[in-house]
């Protein structure tokens, strides 16, 4: 999924990724608790390092089961 050295990018996919509100930056920043900007420099970060276009709905729903498997393997919430 991400490139080599990438493994800075999972931190913020696994905080952004879950919550996206269906394409929302308003709502989605609003529920991380994060500046709008803050939230589109994570997601175009992650679109840099990982080469995926998470504008598609197929890419986003793929990062969120990921998301919520290293979750549930890792025992968080």
Known sequence: MCRSGSARCWPTTRRTGPI???GNY???A???VIHRSTLRYRLRR???ISDLDIGEVNVRLNLHIAT???NVLQGLP
């Open 20 to 22: 996206w509100c269906g």
């Open 68 to 70: 919520r498997a290293h």
């Open 30 to 32: 609003r529920a991380l």
């Open 46 to 48: 992650i679109r840099e």
């Open 26 to 28: 308003d709502a989605t």
